[in-house]
């Protein structure tokens, strides 16, 4: 478990403090968009489509929830990021976060650290994440119309 408080929560945290420093009105927005999904795809298919060790008899989500609360609200902060800041172009840096993120839970996968059932595939990892980066982007287009960003 201190495996996924430490790459799940803690290096992540430090990362999103730094994040906050260079922009704190854009971090401050996306964070609990990034907790909201993260929990909303976690919950949907936990227990069913995968588990993520340890597990605990009694709340086997629990491993999950430094990630939760840490790692993918970092996802959705580095891509508001770099989406705001206009570096990559938004179809290309939706497919490479989304890339990259399955490629990130494949290496758990191969450690054992994530185990997959039910027909469950990194194929359907990366529709997965490839919807919650569509959400992220339809966020920050509706901050930006309403011109809570710019």
Do not use: Q
Not at 19 to 35: D, E, R
Not at 91 to 99: D, G, R, T, V
Request: proline share 6%; charged share 10%; aromatic share 22%.
């Amino acid at each position: 478990m201190w495996i996924n408080v430490l790459c799940g929560l803690l290096l992540p945290g430090i990362i999103i403090g730094y994040l906050f420093k260079k922009n704190p009105p854009l971090i401050t927005l996306m964070y609990p968009i990034g907790v909201a999904i993260a929990f909303v795809g976690s919950d949907w298919g936990f227990g069913f489509f995968w588990d993520v060790s340890p597990t605990f008899e009694h709340n086997p989500s629990l491993s999950a929830f430094p990630y939760k609360i840490g790692y993918f609200p970092l996802l959705s902060c580095l891509f508001g990021y770099i989406k705001v800041k206009e570096i990559v172009k938004t179809p290309l840096l939706i497919f490479l976060f989304s890339f990259i993120t399955t490629f990130m839970e494949l290496l758990a996968v191969w450690s054992g650290k994530i185990l997959y059932s039910n027909g469950w595939n990194i194929f359907w990892t990366f529709v997965t994440y490839l919807a919650g980066f569509i959400v992220a982007f339809l966020y920050i287009k509706i901050l930006k119309k309403y011109k809570v960003l710019r």
